[in-house]
Nanobody
Framework: QVQLVESGGGLVQAGGSLRLSCAGSGRTFGSYAMGWFRQAPGKERESVAV????????RYADFVKGRFTISRDNAKKMVFLQMNSLKPEDTAVYYC????????????????WGQGTQVTVSS
């Protein structure tokens, strides 16, 4: 199975930036589509950004377009989320996830999940 570990979360003021990293394991990391999801208190887990196995096909949630950038490095088995112009409503636990079959924004279709990393954006 694939193991995923997120890092890079923390406390930042509104307008600031953070870069999240997800370190993967397994021989077939480059065959998985990867996604970043987030879950705020009282909210459903939602897709933030998705990247296909090659790193070419990318899809963002409307609420992060122009602010966040997803990327991956298959040689290092890592995926990243650069977050700029952060807003208080971005506060959530951010999760890295892997899906072998498809590039999808539907959380129930993902096969593997990390433990999450907390991002807190103050006003």
């Amino acid at each position: 199975q694939v193991q995923l570990v997120e890092s890079g979360g923390g406390l930042v003021q509104a307008g600031g930036s953070l870069r999240l990293s997800c370190a993967g394991s397994g021989r077939t990391f480059g065959s998985y589509a990867m996604g970043w999801f987030r879950q705020a208190p009282g909210k459903e887990r939602e897709s933030v950004a998705v990247i296909g196995y090659s790193g070419i096909n990318i899809r963002y949630a409307d609420f992060v377009k122009g602010r966040f950038t997803i990327s991956r490095d298959n040689a290092k088995k890592m995926v990243f989320l650069q977050m700029n112009s952060l807003k208080p409503e971005d506060t959530a636990v951010y999760y890295c996830a892997a899906n072998y079959a498809t590039m999808t924004s539907i959380k129930d279709e993902y096969d593997y999940w990390g433990q999450g990393t907390q991002v807190t954006v103050s006003s």
